[in-house]
């Protein structure tokens, strides 16, 4: 599987890479280190890094990105360091990458390709792996005519344009542009991804929202913070987790059981970079449906790198774009075990935001971080009572399993309960089964039981 100018993944383990930062005013990456998560992101590829190079600029030059003596320094790094790649930390575009590869004489690919890339090699559900290839078509789109060099008409079946050409009547003649034919080809594939990723979508969003009668609970974060080490410590599920960028790419919903009884569901989500590329956010919606339609969102930090700040900031556009800005949010300050005791204070200290501190690795802190989302379950609930009919043995069943039962009181057409339960469930469950009944004046009877 590769991108279009990609990198292949069966030749990932014998490339060598020159990286490349054009460094703008108000970039995003991180000054001391600009190129140290393209760095990350390489080493995931599988890709040997063997040296760096970095201009600053007021913004990029239209043709070649680089200005001239830096490309032409390139250059001779790249046949220096015998490099068969250069990757660059910005975007770029077809054109530019043509008139660089003239000079370099070797592949040139930009961040947004060696992201897909990554998740490309990484997809292993069919879902995952329709979700980018969507990704990578919608990239290669309107990036076919600089991509494309051999803009010659194609003829009939023959190949040929003189009189007598091979193919018979009705072959001859310019016939269709290959760039037009390719075109044509990726707009039906987009399209057909498109049908088969919405229905991924409309049955993900069935399967996430029949789940609102639990509280639930969706992990974000910048990748590589920590989440899926910090799901498995938290339940019993074993979920693959490395130290690697995008070590994950599928969503994982388990049972989390606190000490106190109560239960929610915790979900595992795709982490997120600095400029994540548009249309991979876009495609991988299905697979951040749970973080979208989730009570609370533990927003995973880590607190161990220096680019911490920075991180957190991209982790909190990403859910701003995905329209999760309004969740409630409790900061999991990770990897404390191995932080600077500075950082870790000057993140607790953020206004308006509330934090745990905790190490997923060595289990440090996780009682606590329990003892908070199980407040927060708790705050959601509501005292009440109710009358179920004795022919509705399914929906009592259903209740008792929810709520914290606290009363029981058998009348003459059913059974009164006094509980508590979650609003959003309550109301749930009364909109669902209209024989539900709400009783506000609560009684205390002889034959009550606790």
Same mark, same amino acid.
């Given at each position: ?25 108000g970039t995003k990456a991180d000054p001391r280190d600009p190129l140290g998560e393209l760095k990350a992101l390489a080493e995931s590829a599988r ?13 990029i030059t239209s043709a070649t990105a680089l200005g001239s003596g830096k490309l032409e320094e390139l250059g001779q790094r790249v046949t220096a ?16 990458? &043509? %008139?660089?590869? =003239? #000079?370099? !004489? ?7 390709? +060696? ?87 409309? &049955? %993900?969003?069935? =399967? #996430?929202? !029949? ?7 969706? +992990? ?231």
């Amino acid at each position: 599987m590769t991108t279009p100018q990609g990198l292949s993944v069966q030749s990932q383990r014998s490339e060598r890479a020159v990286l490349v930062c054009v460094l703008l005013p108000g970039t995003k990456a991180d000054p001391r280190d600009p190129l140290g998560e393209l760095k990350a992101l390489a080493e995931s590829a599988r890709v040997q890094v063997v040296d760096r190079m970095i201009q600053k600029r007021l913004r990029i030059t239209s043709a070649t990105a680089l200005g001239s003596g830096k490309l032409e320094e390139l250059g001779q790094r790249v046949t220096a360091n015998e490099a068969n790649v250069v990757i660059f930390d910005n975007d770029l575009a077809p054109r530019q990458i &043509r %008139k660089i590869e =003239e #000079v370099v !004489a070797c592949k040139v690919i930009d961040r947004s390709e +060696l992201i897909l890339d990554i998740f490309a090699s990484r997809a292993k559900t069919k879902e995952a792996q329709l979700q980018v290839e969507l990704a990578q078509l919608q990239y290669t789109a309107p990036r076919l005519r600089g991509m494309w060099t051999h803009l010659e008409r194609i003829a009939g079946a023959g190949g040929g344009t003189g009189v007598g050409a091979v193919g018979g009547v009705g072959t001859r003649g310019p016939g269709e542009r290959q760039i037009e034919i390719d075109r044509r080809i990726v707009r039906e594939r987009i399209s057909h991804l498109r049908q088969e990723i919405q229905e991924i979508d409309d &049955r %993900k969003r069935r =399967e #996430v929202l !029949a789940r609102h009668d639990q509280f639930t609970v969706s +992990l974000v974060g910048y990748t590589n913070s920590g989440k899926t080490t910090l799901l498995n410590r938290l339940t019993d599920v074993r979920q693959f987790a490395a130290d690697m960028l995008f070590a994950t790419l599928d969503t994982k919903t388990v049972r989390w059981d606190f000490a106190d009884g109560q239960s929610a569901l915790l979900s595992d989500t795709v982490g997120f970079v600095r400029d994540l590329p548009h249309h991979l956010v876009a495609s991988f919606r299905a697979t951040l449906e749970e973080a979208i339609h989730a009570d609370l969102l533990l927003h995973v930090i880590d607190v161990s790198s220096p680019s911490a700040w920075r991180q957190m900031e991209s982790v909190d556009e990403v859910l701003k774009e995905i329209g999760c800005d309004g969740i409630p949010q409790l900061m999991v300050l990770n990897k404390i075990d191995i932080a600077d005791d500075a950082t870790v204070t000057e993140m607790l200290s953020i206004r308006g935001r509330e934090s745990v501190r905790v190490s997923a690795l060595t289990g440090a802190g996780l009682e606590a971080l329990g003892q908070e989302v199980s407040k927060r379950v708790k705050g959601t609930t509501a005292a009440t009572t109710v009358h179920i009919p004795h022919q509705e043995g399914k929906l009592l069943a259903q209740i008792e399993r929810l709520a914290d039962v606290t009363a029981r009181r058998y009348v003459e057409n059913g059974v009164e309960l006094d509980l508590r339960l979650n609003r959003v469930q309550l109301l749930q469950l009364l909109g669902r089964h209209p024989a539900m009944t709400l009783r506000e004046d609560k009684r205390s009877e002889p034959n009550s039981t606790k």
